[in-house]
């Protein structure tokens, strides 16, 4: 059975689990958008196979069209691997959250 091909956002999409996340979800016959900060980060998600949407989810604008895919992968924007979760970055991923969900 031949699954249906979805379109994926993905935040955080130039680090180290966003990238795994694009390149999966590409092998697996997808459109993968991937939320990145700057243009060499875009250069990340174009070698994964995604395709690059430059913005900052802590803020509205553009990249907020994109989101409206079939999926949205939200990540971690920092490696938090032995380390406590700070109410900054508790605050960063509930606004980016809330950002995703509204229309530009």
Not at 32 to 61: C, N, Q, T, W
Not at 67 to 93: H, K, N
Request: charged fraction near 25%; avoid cysteine; charge should be negative.
């Amino acid at each position: 059975m031949e699954s249906e091909r979805a379109t994926a956002f993905v935040t955080e999409a130039a680090g180290f689990m966003g990238a795994e996340l694009v390149k999966v979800l590409v092998d697996r016959g997808h459109r993968v958008l991937g939320l990145v900060p700057s243009l060499d980060a875009a250069e990340h998600v174009r070698r994964a196979g995604g395709v690059p949407v430059i913005g900052d989810m802590r803020k509205p604008g553009r990249w907020q069209d994109e989101a409206a895919a079939d999926w949205v992968f939200q990540l971690p924007s920092q490696d938090i691997r032995g380390s406590r979760m700070t109410e900054g970055y508790v605050a960063t991923g509930v606004a980016g959250s809330a950002a995703a969900a509204e229309p530009a």
